[in-house]
């Protein structure tokens, strides 16, 4: 994609049949198996210990019984959220009260695992790590996943030329997947200090080249490879002020230094809110509007009103797919 600068997004806004949902993000807690160099400790020292099972349930079972949603999607982070060793039990839980389930994964669990909890997900996004994961094993769970979920897999795009050869060879060899579903892959452009402070990461021109032509694509049944998402998971636009408009996909966002959102009106806290490791509930991964209470507080309150943005980055893809707009465009949202 060539960047254009005299266009700029002026609204983020869900498709009609996306409904009135509310996105729960929780980031179950802060244990990974991996050390990826490109990751801060923070998301894999564990220090957050292990939320209980029946405290988890207790809150879940709050928000269904108290929002005015039609549609309650969990998705879960970490570290990496599977290494909670209840987690399979919760997917069962959740599932059986009608809630959709969203994962992001290093797939390093064990195939016997990932078909247990298959049929209860919704998608399943598989990050490729180049400085440790296993291709054949990654390969395998995409297999697994892609016949009973929204399959997606993040290619980490690695500054070393070794390690952005292996994202791009296993690129390479998912265009090669049969016996699957849909399956969308992205090179995922990495991040400085990934985290609230985040910067997009200064790439070698033909590292940035190489992002800006073949950023994703979506292998068919067929087998065939088409340059485009299915949109039919998160189903958002991006408005741009030349009037055009166009599938909101956030690292392209990232990448041309679209996401300063400074004083938008965006409704985090309404369409999304963020657990913390700590089980601290923010209404967004960017921490705009603060801690507004803990999931086990009996006398928590939800937020009523969007938020005006007041900071010059939006830090992830899950805050940037909340529907926002500058102010004096799109004022009737
Ligand atoms: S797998 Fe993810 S959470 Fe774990 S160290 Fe790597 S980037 Fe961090
Ligand atoms: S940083 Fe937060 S408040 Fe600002 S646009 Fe992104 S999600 Fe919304």
């Given at each position: 994609m060539t960047l254009d600068k005299d266009r700029f997004p002026i609204a983020i806004k869900p498709s009609e049949?996306?409904?009135n949902m509310i996105h729960?993000?929780?980031?179950?807690?802060?244990?990974?198996?991996k050390r990826c160099?490109?990751?801060?400790?923070f998301n894999w020292n564990g220090d957050s210990g292990w939320l209980k099972y029946d405290q988890i349930i207790t809150f879940v079972d709050k928000v269904i019984n108290h929002s005015q949603k039609d549609l309650y999607h969990f998705s879960f982070t970490g570290?990496?959220?599977?290494?909670?060793?209840q987690f399979d039990q919760l997917c069962h839980y959740l599932k059986n009260k009608g809630c959709e389930i969203g994962l992001t994964t290093?797939?390093?669990?064990s195939i016997s695992y990932w078909e247990n909890i298959s049929d209860t997900l919704n998608w399943t996004c598989i990050s490729f790590h180049p400085?440790?994961?296993?291709e054949d094993h990654i390969f395998n769970v995409v297999k697994v996943l892609a016949n009973k979920s929204r399959v997606s897999v993040r290619l980490?795009?690695?500054?070393?030329k070794e390690f952005w050869d292996k994202s791009v060879a296993f690129g390479e060899k998912l265009k090669m997947a049969?016996?699957?579903?849909f399956i969308f892959v992205e090179y995922v452009p990495l991040q400085n200090?990934?985290?609230?402070h985040s910067r997009p990461m200064v790439y070698e021109n033909w590292q940035r080249e190489f992002l800006e032509k073949e950023n994703h694509f979506t292998v068919l049944p067929t087998k065939d490879v088409i340059?485009?998402?299915?949109?039919?998971?998160?189903?958002y636009t991006t408005y741009f002020n030349d009037g055009t408009s166009e599938f909101c996909r956030p690292n392209d966002l990232v990448a041309n230094n679209?996401?300063?959102?400074?004083?938008w009106i965006c409704h985090i806290g309404l369409d999304l809110l963020f657990i913390n490791h700590r089980g601290e509930i923010l209404k967004g991964a960017c921490k705009q509007g603060g801690n507004i209470g803990?999931?086990?507080?009996?006398n928590l309150k939800l937020p009523t009103k969007p938020q005006t943005c007041g900071v010059n980055f939006c830090p992830c893809a899950t805050d940037i797919l909340i529907k926002k707009h500058r102010p004096g465009y799109f004022d009737e949202f």
């Open positions: 049949k996306m409904g729960i993000s929780w980031m179950l807690h802060n244990q990974c198996n160099s490109y990751c801060r400790e570290g990496e959220p599977v290494l909670w060793p290093n797939g390093s669990k400085e440790s994961s296993n980490m795009m690695h500054k070393e049969d016996d699957c579903s200090d990934f985290g609230l340059n485009t998402h299915r949109r039919d998971v998160w189903d679209q996401v300063n959102f400074k004083n803990h999931i086990f507080d009996p």
